[in-house]
């Protein structure tokens, strides 16, 4: 990105996030405009200047970052690594061996379970993140699993927010930021 004030290199940030994203009708069902990553993902040198972005914002915050299934583990996992922290996967439930905490939470249409791997994040402050804050119903359960875990939620980061659904409204009492909204 180009020099300049913070407030440019955050402009651009969000520029370049934003020109790569497509939106996807009526996915995974009619009435739903999916916001589509995957051309962010493929662009090696884009997907790398939206990490840094982050990582500046959260160096020496945070122990772990941990990262919400699945898309959340494609921009944790690097994350973590350019920060020298830890990454914390948080699973849809059954998919993590040994004892685990978890977290039910209702959904649209039914419920959905994500856990933890037990004492994996105890006294640890973890930084959540994931693709797009919608509703906030899947963030919300997580930091409430990850606080029922034993660890201190740093904040909550997310590459794109779809603001007309409110999900911070959920997250209310965590600290939020955002790359870019839609």
């Excluded at 884009?46 to 898309?71: C, N, P, Q, T, Y």
Aim: charged letters at 20%; one cysteine or more; proline letters at 4%.
């Amino acid at each position: 990105m180009s020099g300049g004030t913070g407030s440019d290199v955050t402009t651009d940030i969000q520029q370049l996030l934003l020109s790569r994203v497509h939106d996807i009708p009526d996915f995974p069902k009619p009435g739903v405009l999916f916001k589509d990553l995957n051309p962010l993902f493929a662009d090696a040198a884009a997907f790398a200047a939206v990490l840094d972005h982050i990582a500046s914002r959260w160096e020496g915050k945070v122990d772990m970052v941990g990262g919400i299934e699945a898309r959340g583990f494609i921009v944790g996992t690097p994350l973590a690594q350019r920060m020298g922290v830890g990454f914390l996967p948080v699973r849809k439930a059954g998919k993590l061996p040994g004892e685990t905490i978890s977290q039910t939470y209702d959904l649209e249409y039914g419920t959905a379970t994500v856990e933890v791997a037990k004492d994996a994040c105890r006294g640890k402050r973890v930084l959540l993140v994931d693709d797009v804050l919608a509703t906030g119903g899947t963030a919300s359960a997580t930091a409430q699993l990850l606080q029922r875990a034993g660890a201190e939620v740093a904040g909550l980061e997310f590459l794109l927010e779809v603001a007309f659904l409110q999900g911070r409204a959920l997250l209310a009492d965590h600290e939020i930021s955002v790359v870019a909204q839609a």
